[in-house]
C-alpha cells in the first residue's frame, strides 16, 4: 500500500481526498493546508493537518512518513516542499491549473531524484482528449481547429486545460472560446472542420471525483517506472504501445 500525503483542501482537494481513502491501493496519512484549522473545529476526514503557513514541511514529513505526494494547491507550492521530494525520493503528482516557467523548470530538477508528473488537468479522459486531437491534426493539419471551454461561473481566468490543448496543437489561444455558466464544473471541446464533415472531440467531468481517479491513475503508473520527469501523455502513450505490441492487436490488425 502507497501512503500519501495530500497538499491542497478546496473542492478538488477534498474530492480526491475521498477518492484516495477509498482505494485499496493507497492509504491518505494527512492533509497539508495554507492555514490551520479554527480552535474547535473538526479535522477533515479525521486526518492529522499540516499548516503550510506555519510549519516547515521537512519536520512535518519526519514524524509523518509517505512515499507519494499529490499537490493540488498552487504552483508555488512546490518550491516549499520540493527538496523534501529530491532528497526523499517521493512520489509526486502535481495537478496545478496553471504552472509558471519557473515552477515547472523546477520541477523537472526534481525527476532526478524522484518520479515527477505535472499535469494542468489530471483527468484520465481530458488527456485522452488531448493526446487524440493531437494525432488527428497531425494527420489533417489542413482542417479547421476551434476549442470550446466551459466552466462554473465563478472561475474568471482562461482554463489552463483549454491552453494546454491550444499549446499542444500550435493554435495560438484566440481560438479558444470560453463560457461561464451556473455550476458546470468543466467541459472541454475540440472541433475539426473538414470539407463536408466535422469532428467532435468533447470530454465533461461530471464530479470532480474525477481528479481523484486520475490521480489515482498516475500514482500507479509511476509506482512502475523510473525516476524522471513526465506529463500524462508520457503515461499514455506508454501504455498504447505496449497495447499495440500485445500479439492478440497484431492479429487483429
Not at 42 to 47: V, Y
Not at 118 to 128: E, K, Q, R
Not at 157 to 169: F, H, P, Q, W, Y
Not at 234 to 246: A, C, V
Request: charge should be negative; hydrophobic fraction near 40%; glycine fraction near 8%.
Amino acid at each position: 500500500m502507497i501512503k500519501v500525503g495530500l497538499i491542497g483542501y478546496g473542492k478538488a482537494g477534498q474530492a480526491v481526498a475521498e477518492v484516495l481513502q477509498q482505494d485499496a491501493r493507497y492509504e491518505l496519512m494527512w492533509v497539508a493546508k495554507r492555514h490551520a484549522l479554527p480552535v474547535g473545529q473538526s479535522q477533515p476526514l479525521g486526518l492529522p493537518i499540516f499548516a503550510t503557513s506555519e510549519g516547515d514541511f521537512g519536520r512535518w514529513l519526519d514524524a509523518h512518513p509517505v512515499d507519494a505526494l499529490v499537490d493540488f494547491s498552487t504552483a508555488e507550492s512546490i518550491h516549499h516542499y520540493g527538496e523534501e521530494v529530491r532528497k526523499r525520493h517521493l512520489t509526486l503528482v502535481s495537478a496545478i491549473s496553471a504552472y509558471s516557467d519557473e515552477s515547472l523548470a523546477y520541477a523537472r530538477t526534481l525527476g532526478e531524484q524522484a518520479r515527477v508528473l505535472c499535469s494542468p488537468n489530471i483527468t484520465l479522459g481530458i488527456n485522452f482528449l488531448i493526446l487524440s486531437a493531437r494525432m488527428l491534426r497531425g494527420i489533417a493539419p489542413f482542417a479547421d481547429v476551434e476549442i470550446l471551454e466551459q466552466h462554473f461561473r465563478e472561475k474568471p481566468e482562461m482554463s489552463g486545460t483549454a491552453r494546454k490543448i491550444a499549446n499542444t496543437l500550435d493554435l495560438d489561444h484566440d481560438r479558444i472560446t470560453s463560457l461561464r455558466l451556473g455550476g458546470i464544473v468543466g467541459l472541454h471541446e475540440v472541433i475539426f472542420g473538414f470539407p463536408h464533415q466535422t469532428v467532435r472531440i468533447t470530454h465533461e467531468s461530471i464530479r470532480r471525483e474525477a481528479f481523484g481517479t486520475g490521480a489515482a491513475f498516475a500514482l500507479g503508473e509511476l509506482s512502475k517506472r523510473p525516476y524522471g520527469f513526465y506529463t500524462f501523455d508520457d503515461l499514455l502513450m506508454t501504455m498504447i504501445r505496449e497495447q499495440l505490441t500485445q500479439p492478440e492487436a497484431c492479429q487483429q490488425a
